[in-house]
């Protein structure tokens, strides 16, 4: 595809020279009907190839994925999202917590993993942070649809 707007943009800057340098006479005429026939070649090239039974050439090409940046934009949604678990967790359940999720580096970014790692339990009975556990990572799983680890 680049090939062919490449032709198409050459032979009309061709055309433009030659239709500035030409004599205006019958010679002048005659360049300037050539050069519009070239023009008209090279637009209908694809056209051609069409009739030929041969693939366009957009077809033939495979789009190339551009891994770094899928993996930046991973990394950036799995902070946002982290930063959201710890504010959630904050609210909710009254938890200090550091939070780590992973993406996907791919078209779905879709989750993988979330690690939480609860720093503090703020004030709780006895036994309540341990049912307090099990239901952040209930509540996680859940929602995010992935593997969901709690330390």
Do not use: W
């Not at 062919?4 to 030409?22: C, E, K, N, R």
């Not at 519009?36 to 090239?45: A, G, H, T, W």
């Not at 190339?64 to 959201?84: I, R, S």
């Not at 004030?123 to 593997?147: D, K, N, P, T, V």
């Amino acid at each position: 595809m680049r090939a062919y707007i490449l032709a198409i943009i050459g032979i009309v800057l061709l055309a433009a020279a030659v239709t500035l340098i030409a004599p205006s006479g019958k010679m002048g005429k005659f360049l300037k009907g050539a050069t519009r026939l070239c023009i008209l070649f090279v637009m209908l090239m694809p056209v051609r190839a069409l009739l030929a039974g041969e693939a366009p050439v957009a077809v033939t090409q495979e789009m190339q994925t551009d891994e770094d940046y899928l993996a930046f934009c991973a990394k950036e949604l799995a902070e946002g999202d982290a930063a959201a678990i710890v504010l959630t967790l904050e609210e909710e359940y009254g938890v200090t917590a550091a939070v780590r999720v992973v993406r996907n580096a791919d078209a779905t970014f879709s989750y993988q993993k979330i690690d939480v790692r609860i720093l503090d339990f703020g004030i709780s009975q006895e036994e309540e942070h341990i049912y307090m556990m099990e239901s952040i990572r209930e509540a996680l799983a859940a929602h995010y649809g992935c593997e969901t680890v709690i330390a």
